[in-house]
């Protein structure tokens, strides 16, 4: 296995994105491309590789599941995009179908790395994959609510005037309409929001919470229909990820996974704070939720059952 080398399944935005994200990283040396129209993906191969020059040395091409054997990390970005007005859990039939014709494909290659889920319903496309890949648990991350705990650290602060990196905030559970905000434990480094808040003679942004997790929750609606898709965003988000399993740095990020029976929950991938390294999934966190966001979270919880009940797996 080349910890160096990932495969990009899926060329759309959302996978061209992803590995022009990748390509400035410099993390890997080599990086294939997959997709079921194989113009595309030398297309993208191509386009890629011209910029090399201004980047790091590294084997853009396009290839086939042949390919994928020694990678040390697969991306999954396939699948059919959301529309406006549509939801993400509206995807699950087209995109289960489809992920029953590459997950397979990767576990015949004897794969032994670890598979990064980016498609969207993202928690249920996570459990499928775990379930038709035979993979441990531990290798089966999806890129769960990175993204949108990364946009609610924004706005948190734009609307405090603070460097949004100093923002510690997380969004739990589905990728999607359920997911909640956990106020209980947000702080600006180390210092709890609404201290916070008075110290910057700010008394407002606590009585705009539900508002600004509004707007972290439906942003993906409202780029939509305004550009037609998302891309950038995750694109950054799937480096993020990829960085702390490359570099093994221990991070902490609400990656999707097996829940492991906290909150009473099992048989399900939700996003829940996960110490992430080379091995994948370390540790799925058992933070202190108030019991409004224990509740929350088995509401989210009960969402995607629901709907993996539906799948013939």
């Known amino acids: 296995m080349n910890m160096r080398k990932c495969a990009m399944i899926g060329c759309g935005f959302v996978g061209s994105s992803s590995a022009f994200s990748l390509l400035q990283s410099g993390l890997f040396s080599e990086m294939v491309l997959i997709d079921v129209n194989q113009d595309r993906a030398e297309g993208e191969a191509m386009d890629l590789s011209h910029g090399l020059p201004f980047a790091r040395p590294m084997d853009i091409y396009a290839g086939s599941y042949d390919d994928i054997s020694d990678c040390g990390i697969i991306i999954v970005t396939a699948g059919a995009n959301q529309k406006p007005g549509e939801s993400r859990l509206d995807l699950v039939q087209k995109n289960t179908a489809i992920f029953k014709s590459i997950i397979p494909e990767i576990s015949r290659r004897n794969f032994e790395g670890i598979l990064l889920i980016v498609s969207n319903p993202v928690d249920i496309l996570t459990y499928v994959a775990l379930k038709l890949s035979g993979l441990p648990a531990h290798r089966v991350i999806g890129s769960g609510t990175v993204l949108d705990s990364g946009r609610l650290k924004y706005l948190l602060g734009r609307k405090l005037n603070v460097d949004s990196r100093s923002v510690h905030a997380n969004i739990i559970g589905e990728h999607g309409d359920s997911e909640l ?64 399993i490359i570099r093994d740095e221990h991070s902490i990020l609400p990656v999707s996974s097996l829940v492991p029976g906290i909150y009473g929950l099992q048989d399900l991938c939700l996003s829940l704070p996960t110490v992430v390294g080379a091995n994948g999934i370390e540790q799925v966190l058992d933070i202190e939720l108030n019991q409004e966001e224990e509740q929350e979270l088995k509401r989210s919880a009960a969402t995607i059952k629901e709907v993996l009940n539906q799948l013939d797996l």
């Open 181 to 244: 905000a956990v106020w209980s434990s947000a702080n600006i480094s180390g210092v709890p929001l609404e201290h916070f808040s008075k110290l910057r003679g700010d008394s407002e942004t606590i009585k705009e919470l539900e508002h600004l997790y509004e707007d972290v929750r439906d942003s993906a609606d409202a780029i939509i229909r305004k550009k037609g898709a998302s891309y950038y965003g995750i694109a950054l988000a799937v480096r993020r990820i990829t960085e702390c």
